[in-house]
């Protein structure tokens, strides 16, 4: 090896030597960011704790659980129903922060769930619905995404009925008797209240005990009820959703009683 070659090559091993002392230097940095990121966070100090983690971020970009956390703080300082400028703003960074984790981890199911319950409380309600959705592919086993699909596609048929019934001076109560009126809502309403009842029923399939899930079988009979033709048909309906909504109450009263009984003993 002559002398031009050998300076090359100390060289070089000097460079990746200093490289990787580089690296680990500042793997360490995000750590100890990390670290001073949690505490705050735990604390409740929302705005240290994101500069810690941005300063984890940028010392260690791959440092998933800096992005989790960082996106989640955010999530924390959004106000749900407010919509001052600002507030909006930190909500779209928590959006930003979870989406960027997905590009990382596409099955990561705490941003895929954060998201959806993030968009839900923005009252976007298909893009959360299009999260719960994958919430559920990621998470097939857990109940909490069919109930809030069955949840949104309450929310969706609700809505339009009594916008309709508000339009034609009706009370919520009352029944639709205008048939191009009640049919058109009901080639549009229908189709939601199937797919929510399945999803509801998917949930009640892992919890047998869903007493909220059976709440809303009810609200969905009901608008049903609204959508048929005769009368007989709508008692049918709003029959079947008292029969669920005295099943979730008497869930209800069971697990209080039950509570009561467990407070009474420790006690």
Same mark, same amino acid.
């Given at each position: ?9 100390v ?15 500042q ?21 240290? *704790? #994101?500069?810690? &983690?941005?300063?984890? @971020? =940028?010392a $260690? !970009? ?7 956390? +960082? /996106? ?12 001052e ?8 960074? *928590? #959006?930003?922060? &979870?989406?960027?984790? @997905? =590009?990382k $981890? !596409? ?5 895929i769930?954060? +998201? /959806? ?27 909490g ?34 048939v ?18 399945d ?30 033709a ?38």
């Amino acid at each position: 090896m002559n002398s031009r070659t050998s300076n090359a090559w100390v060289g070089g091993v000097l460079l990746a030597s200093l490289l990787l002392v580089t690296g680990g230097c500042q793997r360490l940095k995000a750590r100890d960011e990390m670290r001073k990121g949690v505490e705050n966070y735990t604390a409740g100090r929302y705005d240290a *704790a #994101i500069e810690n &983690f941005k300063i984890a @971020l =940028q010392a $260690d !970009p791959e440092l998933l659980n800096a992005q989790l956390y +960082l /996106a989640t703080t955010y999530t924390n300082k959004y106000v749900p129903g407010s919509e001052e400028e600002n507030n909006l703003k930190i909500a779209e960074q *928590a #959006i930003t922060e &979870f989406q960027a984790v @997905l =590009q990382k $981890d !596409p099955n990561n199911v705490a941003s895929i769930a954060s +998201l /959806a319950n993030l968009f839900f409380q923005m009252k976007r309600l298909d893009e959360a619905k299009e999260y719960y959705r994958k919430q559920i592919a990621a998470d097939p086993a857990n109940a909490g995404g069919y109930y809030m699909v069955g949840v949104i596609n309450w929310s969706q048929v609700y809505q339009p009925r009594i916008v309709l019934k508000t339009r034609l001076r009706l009370k919520p109560e009352d029944p639709i008797k205008d048939v191009k009126e009640r049919e058109a809502l009901a080639e549009r309403n229908n189709p939601l209240i199937d797919e929510g009842m399945d999803m509801l029923n998917k949930a009640m399939g892992l919890r047998p005990d869903y007493d909220d899930a059976m709440a809303y079988v009810n609200l969905l009979y009901r608008e049903k009820a609204d959508l048929v033709a005769t009368p007989t048909e709508r008692e049918e309906f709003l029959k079947t959703a008292d029969e669920w909504i005295a099943k979730s109450l008497a869930i209800k009263k069971k697990r209080q009683t039950e509570e009561a009984a467990k407070q009474s003993e420790a006690s």
